[in-house]
């Protein structure tokens, strides 16, 4: 089928207003009608892969943009896109995308993206790719939540003493009332086989928040590390009192009860 340049225009044209009224399945169609006059004609390709993504049709979006990038290999979304959608090679496209946003300025529309590509990819366990997304939103603007996910990434990298120096930032500025903040400057002490340390912010955070069964558990394991059983079990009793379907918590008390 062979369309001319004005066909051409009304099928882009026809497509666009149906995605506007959320018409997906129409818009892939005409998208479609001009890729077989034209296949490749890069919007469309781009078009169709978005919307099979945005439909969870995966492997149809991975082949469009793959198609994509073999015509135009230089634009990031279409990279960042595939590293979501194909986890046996997220790795490579991450970094292409990467290397690409390297080398591009850093405009505000680029932040909302750039948070949700850091936060998911540490959540697939790509440490690095994540540290590199929170870089460029904390390069430019010190954001609380970058922060932590910053101190998170380096606490996953075992880098303690960097995590703790966001960590400890962040306490000063949440006025050392923020639980989250405060167990994570415990965890990283811990770490750091400063178990003191650990558990003095542990005190701080149970302060706060003295139903949490997680802190009197992390007190308690701690002290177990420590040789003191007792106030391993007092801590450890604790947490069950909260819940008494602790499972972590009944497995500790268990073993070191067993260890008698």
């Known amino acids: 089928m062979n369309i001319n340049n004005e066909e051409k225009k009304d099928?882009?044209?026809?497509?666009e207003t149906c995605i506007k009224e959320n018409k997906f399945e129409d818009a892939k169609n005409y998208y479609k009608l001009i890729l077989d006059s034209e296949p490749e004609n890069l919007e469309a390709l781009y078009m169709s892969g978005f919307?099979?993504?945005?439909?969870?049709?995966?492997?149809?979006?991975l082949e469009y943009f793959n198609k994509f990038i073999n015509l135009k290999n230089d634009n990031p979304f279409v990279y960042e896109y595939m590293g979501m959608m194909d986890?046996?090679?997220?790795?490579e496209y991450f970094n292409k995308?990467?290397?690409?946003?390297?080398?591009?300025?850093?405009?505000?529309?680029?932040?909302s993206r750039y948070?949700?590509?850091a936060f998911k990819s540490y959540e697939f366990g790509e440490y690095d790719i994540s540290l590199n997304y929170s870089n460029y939103i904390y390069n430019v603007r010190q954001m609380n939540g970058i922060a932590n996910l910053l101190g998170c990434i380096y606490?996953?990298?075992?880098?303690?003493?960097?995590?703790?120096?966001?960590?400890?930032?962040l306490n000063f500025i949440y006025e050392k009332?923020?639980?989250?903040?405060?167990c994570n400057i415990s965890s990283c002490y811990r770490k750091k086989k400063s178990n003191n340390m650990a558990i003095r912010y542990?005190?701080?955070?149970?302060e706060i928040d003295d139903g949490n069964k997680l802190i009197y558990y992390n007190i308690g394991s701690i002290y177990f590390d420590m040789g003191n059983k007792k106030s391993a079990l007092e801590n450890i009793d604790k947490a069950l009192s909260i819940d008494e379907n602790y499972e972590e918590a009944i497995k500790l008390k268990e073993y070191i009860n067993n260890l008698d």
């Not at 099928?11 to 497509?15: G, I, N, S, T, V």
């Open 115 to 117: 948070i949700y590509i």
């Open 97 to 111: 995308a990467i290397e690409i946003n390297d080398n591009t300025k850093i405009m505000k529309k680029d932040y």
């Open 11 to 15: 099928l882009f044209e026809l497509a």
């Open 87 to 91: 986890e046996a090679n997220r790795t």
């Open 155 to 169: 606490y996953r990298k075992g880098d303690y003493d960097r995590a703790l120096s966001l960590f400890h930032d």
């Open 51 to 61: 919307l099979c993504m945005k439909n969870n049709l995966y492997k149809n979006a």
């Open 202 to 206: 542990l005190e701080k955070a149970k």
């Open 177 to 182: 009332n923020n639980v989250y903040i405060l």
